[in-house]
């Protein structure tokens, strides 16, 4: 076994620290409380990564705009996209000028 990688020292160095510092009755505790932070961390990321229905009603909002727009001006809306739900409006608003 060759102990000439710097980082193998380096490794086997920290774990002595360690145990030196907190002994070996600490250690379980210590690693218990990174996993359980670990996992609350990963917990957090998922629930933040999920679009809230604030968030969902905010992207729709141009959308429902212009459907409410299209409506007051008596246009019919259903299964039209939203490029031709804008361009009868902007034809109705022409009309009307």
């Known amino acids: ?11 086997i160095g920290v774990i002595v620290v360690v145990v ?3 002994g070996p009755k600490k250690i379980p505790e210590l690693a218990r409380s990174i ?4 996992r609350e961390f990963t917990q957090a990321s998922k629930e933040s ?9 905010a992207a ?7 459907i409410d727009t ?3 001006l008596g246009i019919d ?9 804008s361009d009868e409006i902007v034809n ?6």
């Open 1 to 11: 076994m060759a102990l000439y990688d710097p980082l193998q020292l380096i490794v």
């Open 20 to 22: 030196l510092l907190w």
């Open 35 to 38: 996993g359980i932070t670990r």
């Open 49 to 57: 990564a999920k679009p809230t229905a604030g968030q969902l009603t």
């Open 60 to 66: 729709n909002a141009p959308d429902q705009t212009l």
């Open 70 to 72: 299209a409506r007051k």
């Open 77 to 85: 809306t259903e299964g039209k996209t939203r490029e031709q739900i």
């Open 92 to 97: 109705r608003v022409k009309t009307f000028s």
